[in-house]
């Protein structure tokens, strides 16, 4: 079921409005990158160093002079925070294929434990040719720290594979108890994209869009050279639902166990707008459609907070920010949905997808999901291609995952970890206040957030009755 619930609905509220910058000296402005921390070392590969593309009168087109081609390592256990960065292209020759990948966009990663997985991606590889990349790399992540703090990556660090079964771009990369990796939908892009709406956006020879439309159950394991090797176990096609790319793809715990769900993405094909109803995967299940709930707030590829409570046997899910078909009014309590005004080719042109600074839960629980927004706001238009980092040391509801254990907070303000990176995005022009005109899709400005946020949950105690 949905409804369009207050604040007083979720126990807990959400504060992202602390700028915390400064503390991280050197840190890159970066978005849609993969992401990983150990021991206390965030790590970054691959994304773009500026903001949308095709945004503000930019290029369509994702330029190399815009991909980020260094791998970056933020040290957080000193004060303030150092930096350590190495350019790709020092990667060793054999690594030709792994170097292309990391400067591509569109990544599907996933940490497990001491090891991340990168998949896809959408660049230019090492021939200079524009596509979605059929390549896996595996960063052992103690190995590959050491060597960009004292400048030098071993060929030991990094293992890769070529497969078609990898190639994807904006979707999603997870792995579940069963012990088999899944890549979530995505598309795969060939080509230029000043070449594609040239053609506008139909698939030519020049370039083309495929959308996957399948979830891939997927064995990665390593072989005996050290490569790795990949093979389908199973795959679950629908051509309406899982249509979809640059979505959320997330852990999540229910008394089945641990699952993932696949929220939001993009783009319908009949009205080009998001897609609202969760997936749900757990082992042993085909993936469930919750035609029952429909998602309005921050249905993009964003950054997400999650926590469990075992007491409630609840799933708490919140988005920060990001791109939005509604906009939540809280002195009426209700969701509006955003204008669809004109056509590219009119003085004015709203696509009804609107950048959010808004914050959202979805919290699922046995008989009921709900969406609500929280009352504060993010202090600019970012989240979309970010980061949410959870503190190492926080209690995990699951070990081995970023679900916080939500029961554990016991004060009533807890520092939960950081929003980092991605896009920020003006789009009101002067005096750029939400009463002021919108600026028309496609023509929004923007840059890499330059943003570090400290993120508090703060518990709301119910009265007593």
């Known amino acids: 079921m949905t409804s369009a619930r207050s604040t007083e609905a979720v126990p807990f509220t959400v504060d992202a409005s602390e700028d915390v910058t400064s503390e991280f000296p050197g840190a890159p402005r970066l ?110 992540l103690p190995h590959f720290v050491q060597g960009v703090m004292q400048g030098r990556i071993s060929v030991e660090a990094v293992s890769f594979a070529r497969s078609r079964l990898v190639q994807s771009a904006g979707g999603g990369l997870t792995k579940l108890p069963d012990g088999y990796f899944y890549l979530v939908m995505g598309h795969e892009f060939q080509g230029s994209y000043a070449a594609f709406e040239g053609r506008g956006e139909q698939n030519g020879f020049e370039a083309s869009q495929i959308y996957l439309n399948e979830i891939r159950k997927l064995s990665i394991k390593t072989k005996t050279d050290g490569s790795l090797d990949v093979a389908l176990i199973e795959k679950f096609r629908n051509e309406v639902e899982f249509h979809r790319r640059d979505l959320n793809v997330v852990q999540f715990v229910s008394p089945a166990g641990l699952g993932f769900a696949a929220y939001g993405g993009v783009f319908t094909p009949d009205t080009q707008l998001n897609y609202s109803k969760p997936i749900y995967v757990s082992p042993g299940t085909l993936p469930f459609v919750d035609s029952t709930f429909e998602q309005k707030m921050n249905a993009y590829a964003s950054a997400v907070l999650l926590m469990y409570s075992e007491a409630s046997r609840t799933m708490y899910t919140t988005f920060f920010g990001g791109i939005s078909r509604f906009a939540w009014n809280p002195l009426e309590h209700v969701y509006n949905e955003n204008p669809r005004v004109g056509s590219k080719t009119e003085s004015t042109y709203l696509d009804g997808l609107q950048w959010s600074d808004q914050i959202s839960t979805i919290q699922k629980s046995d008989g009921e999901t709900s969406e609500i927004v929280h009352p504060l706001s993010l202090p600019a238009y970012i989240g979309t291609g970010a980061v949410f980092i959870p503190r190492p040391e926080l209690k995990r509801a699951r070990p081995g995952t970023d679900i916080l254990a939500f029961d554990a907070f016991r004060e009533t303000r807890t520092f939960v970890g950081y929003l980092f990176g991605g896009i920020r995005a003006y789009p009101y022009q002067f005096p750029y206040l939400k009463t002021a005109q919108r600026y028309n899709s496609g023509a929004t400005p923007s840059k890499p957030s330059d943003l570090i946020l400290k993120i508090y949950v703060a518990q709301v105690v119910p009265p007593k009755s």
């Not at 292309?100 to 599907?108: I, K």
């Open 31 to 140: 978005q849609s990158f993969a992401f990983a921390q150990w021991e206390g070392r965030w790590i970054f590969i691959g994304g773009r160093t500026s903001g949308y593309h095709a945004v503000g009168g930019g290029s369509a087109e994702f330029l190399q002079a815009d991909a980020n081609r260094e791998v970056w390592v933020i040290d957080t256990t000193v004060k303030p925070a150092r930096t350590y960065h190495m350019a790709v292209g020092q990667l060793p020759p054999k690594l030709a294929a792994v170097r292309a990948q990391w400067t591509a966009t569109g990544l599907l990663y996933f940490q497990d434990g001491k090891q991340l997985y990168i998949c896809g991606g959408y660049g230019q590889d090492e021939n200079g040719k524009w596509s979605t990349f059929d390549v896996i790399s595996r960063v052992s």
